[in-house]
């Protein structure tokens, strides 16, 4: 699987976007870029991938380039119960591991 | 509800004796996987199942086993529990036969070896 890079952590104003970026510039063409979150250490959460096309769902939007080599994930209001480590796995799609790297504290503060 | 349930959420144990941790889902799922997570180390797989009576080894399998008799549990059994497996384990659920593609966990159960 490729890697990933992702910021140890940011800080974001309750009510404002919060934009999470995520490196992944060895990622294969068949790789979908994946995003799960852990709010404090209960189980993690999927949240959003997507392939090559910008992707949006109730809970987030997800943004990459067009050379796939980076992408962002944009809560667009964040709460308090946003606060979570946010996870950002490239692996190919299907029945396959999910392998987690250390992901962004995201803190969302009042 | 769909969901995947662990059982117990809390265990306290001594070395050597035997246990297991139960993984249930409900969803029909044919993938189900096990994690452990450790501070500063992140989630790791320990073992996962592409659908009944199949099973392979993850990233650390050392000291567990599992078996996957039915579609819906996929139990965890440590033999002889020694403390380096102290941790927090999650079970986990998907079914990319049927496009569901998002990985399900479960509560997590964390593990005391002392």
């Known amino acids: 699987d490729a890697k990933t890079t992702q910021p140890t952590s940011m800080d974001c104003a309750e009510g404002r976007a919060a934009n999470l970026p995520c490196n992944h510039s060895?990622?294969?063409?068949?790789?979908?870029v994946y995003w799960y979150r852990q709010i404090h250490s209960q189980g993690p959460q999927y949240i959003i991938h997507?392939?090559?096309n910008n992707e949006t769902n109730e809970m987030a939007s997800l943004i990459i380039t067009e050379d796939r080599k980076s992408s962002t994930l944009i809560l667009p209001h964040a709460t308090l119960r946003d606060t979570a480590v946010y996870y950002c796995?490239?692996?190919?799609?299907?029945?396959?591991?999910?392998?987690f790297g250390k992901g962004t504290r995201l803190s969302v503060i009042a | 509800e769909a969901q995947v349930t662990q059982n117990p959420r809390y265990l306290i144990t001594v070395t050597g004796k035997k246990l297991t941790v139960t993984c249930s889902q409900n969803?029909?799922?044919?993938?189900m996987s096990w994690y452990r997570q450790d501070p500063g180390l992140g989630l790791r797989q320990i073992y996962y199942?592409?659908?009944?009576?199949?099973?392979d080894k993850g990233d650390v399998p050392e000291g567990y086993k599992v078996s996957r008799k039915e579609k819906r549990n996929f139990p965890l059994i440590l033999e002889s529990p020694s403390p380096n497996q102290t941790s927090l384990y999650f079970c986990?659920?998907?079914?990319?036969?049927?496009?569901?593609?998002?990985?399900?966990f479960g509560p997590g159960t964390r593990l005391t070896v002392t």
């Open positions: 986990a659920s998907s079914s990319w036969d049927r496009g569901i593609d998002e990985q399900y």
């Open positions: 060895t990622i294969s063409g068949n790789e979908y």
């Open positions: 997507g392939l090559k």
């Open positions: 796995i490239v692996r190919v799609a299907g029945n396959t591991p999910l392998v």
């Open positions: 969803m029909n799922h044919e993938y």
């Open positions: 199942s592409m659908n009944v009576e199949v099973t």
